[in-house]
């Protein structure tokens, strides 16, 4: 149900620590694999909304009609004063939080943050992946981290790097 999954967010995604990025990252990967087995389509993907592009919320989730599952009440559906640029600015070359100028925490103070906490209502909680627009946010914040660490002089620790042998938790 769409409450477990939030639960799990709730219960144990760390925000403002190493891995904020890796654990949304499978979490939804963890998510898009039960979709795949719900629906049986292997090819399914979730999509992502680029507020970049266009910071209204997509017209899909603002109908208000009964039985939208895509719905629910939010304080605002513009994320325009959201759009940091700051994360991809020339200086931000480390990844990791801890290093100087790190992509990791200035991603999640912003955009990220300011995306949930203008929207609000439920997405500016603890309980935001009970809205449907928290997976498209954190599915372009993958995009963008991505996009980031291609492979122009801004890169992920190379692979003998601590980093790589942390572990994180989603559930038991
Ligand atoms: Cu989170």
Redesign the pocket.
């Known amino acids: 149900s769409w409450q477990y999954w939030a639960n799990v967010?709730a219960n144990y995604?760390p925000?403002r620590q190493p891995y904020f990025l890796a654990w949304?990252r499978g979490y939804l990967y963890y998510l898009e694999q039960q979709f795949k087995r719900i629906t049986g389509d292997s090819t399914f993907t979730l999509p992502y909304w680029d507020y970049y592009a266009n910071p209204h919320i997509p017209s899909e989730f603002l109908d208000s009609a009964s039985g939208n599952p895509l719905y629910c009440p939010r304080v605002n559906t513009n994320v325009y004063n959201a759009l940091d640029l700051s994360p991809f600015s020339s200086s931000v070359v480390n990844f990791q939080r801890g290093t100087a100028n790190s992509f990791e925490e200035k991603f999640e103070l912003a955009p990220h943050n300011p995306v949930h906490n203008i929207i609000g209502d439920t997405m500016s909680t603890m309980q935001?992946p009970r809205d449907p627009i928290f997976y498209l946010h954190h599915a372009n914040v993958d995009r963008l981290w991505h996009a980031w660490a291609l492979p122009d002089g801004r890169t992920m620790p190379p692979p003998a790097d601590p980093y790589w042998s942390g572990t994180f938790t989603y559930a038991p």
């Open positions: 967010h995604c925000h949304h935001a």
